[in-house]
């Protein structure tokens, strides 16, 4: 299969890197000396390329808030029969997008990224994939997560949105709120220094990212719930009421699967 990668960002260099053995591969940047570099993968130096390509999938890998309009600007160059596939971690306007545009598509979020992930070793992560999709597309890109010995989860749209403001928001929220409370002349014990290792890893990632994961129409419920249980947290000190604190040790425990 021709596929042609938009973004030589982390994710999009990976996705060459596995394609790249049975593809035949191309790979675009806005900055070209980041397209290089991947075995067997060949740099294109702009969208008109594209048309001589005459890629079958097109995947589309660069940030968040590009996505459409990289989109877009491809649309002039590439086939009626091309695939589009994205990976972005929320999916926001582009149903809307997918919608018009008369292409068929695949949705993917690979639910793991290059600060903490090991990329050469998969099997404990995750990807879902959006059931609104082509099934063609699913069926191609489910041989390749099975490959990479992922976890595969399927999910539409509106579901996947609502399930990521869970997963994401809610650590990408307790990190910061972490950071911003942090003295820098604190002497650290063993726990602090691991959410600060933690919370390093994610305040290295691109601002366009954080900023979509937190602005997810689903984020604030999920901040409610935070706000709430800091909340109670708060009235059991103040109360000093240890039987109190027993039974939330307790329900945190469960939570973490701890035996009862």
């Known amino acids: 299969m021709r596929i042609a990668v938009l973004g030589a960002g982390s994710m999009g260099r990976w996705f060459a890197g596995i394609l790249s053995g049975k593809h035949d591969l191309r790979i675009l940047d806005i900055i070209p000396e980041k397209a290089g570099g991947i075995d067997g993968v060949r740099a294109l130096k702009s969208m008109e390329q594209l048309r001589e390509f005459r890629p079958e999938l097109l995947l589309n890998a660069v940030s968040i808030q590009e996505t459409v309009p990289v989109f877009r600007a491809a649309e002039p160059f590439i086939e009626p029969e ?7 971690s929320v999916k926001g306007n582009l149903p809307g997008y997918y919608r018009v545009c008369g292409l068929r598509f695949v949705s993917l979020h690979p639910m793991f990224g290059p600060t ?21 597309g699913m069926a191609f890109f489910r041989g390749v997560f099975r490959n990479q010995g992922l976890n595969i989860f399927e ?13 994401l928001t809610l650590p990408f929220a307790s990190s910061m709120i972490f950071s911003a409370c942090l003295d820098p002349e604190a002497v650290p014990g063993t726990t602090f220094r691991k959410h600060r290792e933690i919370a390093k890893g994610l305040l290295s990632e691109d601002d366009h990212l954080l900023a979509e994961i937190l602005l997810n129409p689903h984020s ?22 240890q039987e109190e604190l027993r039974r939330f040790f307790k329900d945190l425990r469960r939570n973490l699967g701890f035996p009862e």
């Open 155 to 167: 999910c539409g749209f509106e579901d996947h949105d609502r399930m990521i403001a869970y997963s």
């Open 220 to 241: 604030l419920e999920q901040l409610d719930r935070v706000t709430a249980r800091l909340e109670f947290l708060k009235h059991v000190i103040r109360a000093r009421d």
């Open 82 to 88: 091309c695939l589009l596939a994205d990976v972005t």
């Open 116 to 136: 903490f992930a090991n990329v050469e070793n998969l099997k404990h992560e995750n990807v879902i994939m959006i059931t609104d999709s082509d099934p063609r």
